[in-house]
């Protein structure tokens, strides 16, 4: 009985080995200089867009060899007054907006991943977490590509459309009402991460 046990506890040991040498995890970091994230939408006037900045993020990935396995962990934030245009009138409203002194940070943490595709380095997905904008956690679903650079730095992309009332945003106005921004918005992020 006494082998038999020593047996089994060689072979998991033995597994533990092989599963750890064939999928590395590695953690990467977001290059803020690099990377971006504009927030567009329509109003009664004009388009508009804004950049945000001071954005953080991490992620978790693990490899096999030279490809990419998964993303274990992503998280996001992004401070909401760091959301800012070339207008400093809009940039209040859209701060009033986001209720940023009651709720200074937007967040995001991942669920699930679903790597639907890769080619190469090229890879594309689909993910699923809770977004948390103005106090208000919804879960949303986002697609997106990217590629991976040697296993240093990673670059991910996309655009999700999202609704300012499933946050309970009350879309700003201006010039006495003339002005009326769409409740639909945009946002466009392209992230460069680096290994840690």
């Given amino acids: 009985m006494k082998s038999k046990g020593k047996i089994k506890a060689f072979i998991l040991l033995a597994v533990y080995f092989i599963v750890s040498t064939t999928y590395a995890q590695e953690k990467y970091k977001l290059v803020q200089d690099k990377s971006k994230l504009i927030v567009k939408g329509t109003s009664s006037v004009h388009d508009w867009e804004m950049n945000a900045s001071d954005l953080k993020s991490e992620i978790l990935v693990s490899f096999s060899k030279e490809n990419i396995l998964k993303f274990d962990e992503v998280s996001f934030s992004c401070p909401a007054k760091m959301i800012l245009s070339d207008n400093s009138i809009m940039d209040n409203k859209t701060h009033n907006a986001l ?26 997905g689909e993910i699923y977490g809770n977004v948390k904008i103005a106090g208000v956690s919804k879960p949303i679903k986002l697609k997106f590509s990217g590629n991976i ?48």
């Fill in 99 to 124: 209720k940023a002194s009651e709720h200074p940070v937007i967040s995001f943490k991942m669920e699930s991943i679903s790597i639907n595709r890769t080619e190469g380095k090229d890879f594309s």
């Fill in 149 to 196: 650079s040697d296993k240093s730095i990673i670059k991910v992309k996309g655009i999700v459309s999202m609704k300012m009332s499933d946050f309970e945003i009350i879309p700003p106005t201006a010039m006495l009402g003339a002005l009326k921004t769409g409740n639909d918005v945009e946002v466009e992020y392209e992230f460069y991460f680096n290994k840690i």
